[in-house]
């Protein structure tokens, strides 16, 4: 069986510190390095990123590894990621952050999956917690149901909308180029392009959850999950309203948009309540929307008021 070609996008911006060890992780793939194509977008660095790539160039002109390099002036995740995207040439595309890495199986087992059946779009594994300063890793958790098994990916959207979580993104995302290559990304989706990824390619075709973590997602000051929730709420409000304007001119199904549309409301009033400025009239109108949609939301409607945590959103600021 012939190995296909694989292109690894690692979108960076100020990650000098972590960036080396991330390529080093693809040059210790067991796969075919002649099939394997590292593609960094430097989203205007000014801490010595580039150099950091310079000096990994060699290691990778060394192992066989197609390596390129693509700067830019700073304009967010979302579009330094849609530049890789464009710029890849392998038949799967694979997302690695710039302070993540891949364990040595990665590719190859992700690419075995793809293989094994042309209807799967996306595949995505647990990825591992890991604290290198502390010394500590812990293995994500995901719902055995949608592990090691193909499921449809509108019935996977609406599983991750309805109970308010996101995963199979970041460096856990594999998608097939022929299929990323369409997609359509804006600046304001910001980080959270790592979620319209997944969102994109479930509505496509189908998925698979390997049981397996093959990606360790480095825990540190500067990653964005440890950004203070008044940061990130301003970052999520935003970039939801991107992602819903997406999905709006996009073929997703009624279901899944009035999902996002929850989400996007509920970003709005959390952010909102952050900076001083939530109303008892947006309360109102959340509730509004609730009710109105009763029927759409059906017999899950008390869990989508539990996960999206609507009572707290409607509680006054004290």
């Not at 109970?163 to 910001?190: C, H, P, Q, V, Y």
């Not at 929307?289 to 409607?301: L, S």
Request: glycine fraction near 6%.
């Amino acid at each position: 069986m012939t190995n296909p070609s694989v292109s690894i996008i690692i979108p960076t911006y100020n990650q000098a510190m972590f960036i080396a060890e991330a390529i080093d992780s693809v040059l210790a793939q067991n796969y075919p390095k002649v099939e394997i194509e590292i593609i960094v977008i430097d989203d205007g660095s000014t801490d010595g990123t580039r150099e950091a790539v310079e000096r990994s160039a060699s290691a990778c002109r060394s192992g066989g590894v197609s390596l390129k390099s693509v700067h830019r002036s700073n304009s967010g995740k979302a579009i330094a990621t849609k530049v890789g995207i464009d710029a890849a040439s392998g038949k799967y595309i694979f997302n690695l952050d710039s302070d993540d890495k891949f364990l040595p199986d990665k590719i190859k087992k992700v690419v075995d999956v793809f293989e094994s059946d042309k209807e799967i779009v996306h595949v995505a594994h647990p990825v591992i917690y890991w604290n290198a300063d502390r010394g500590t890793k812990k293995v994500e958790s995901v719902p055995d149901k949608i592990l090691g098994q193909k499921i449809r990916g509108q019935d996977l959207l609406l599983y991750f909308l309805k109970n308010n979580r996101f995963i199979g993104g970041g460096s856990t995302f594999a998608g097939r180029s022929e299929m990323l290559k369409k997609i359509d990304i804006s600046k304001e989706m910001g980080f959270s392009v790592d979620a319209y990824l997944v969102y994109y390619s479930l509505n496509q075709g189908a998925s698979f959850f390997m049981d397996e973590p093959l990606s360790l997602y480095r825990l540190h000051a500067g990653a964005y999950s440890l950004k203070n929730a008044s940061q990130r709420s301003e970052i999520d409000a935003i970039a939801n309203k991107a992602i819903l304007s997406e999905m709006r001119g996009a073929s997703f199904h009624d279901d899944i948009k009035l999902l996002q549309e929850l989400r996007t409301i509920i970003s709005d009033i959390k952010y909102k309540e952050f900076s001083g400025t939530k109303k008892s009239s947006d309360v109102l109108s959340l509730w509004s929307f609730v009710w109105t949609h009763r029927k759409a939301f059906g017999r899950d409607i008390f869990k989508i008021i539990a996960k999206y945590r609507i009572l707290q959103r409607s509680m006054p600021i004290i």
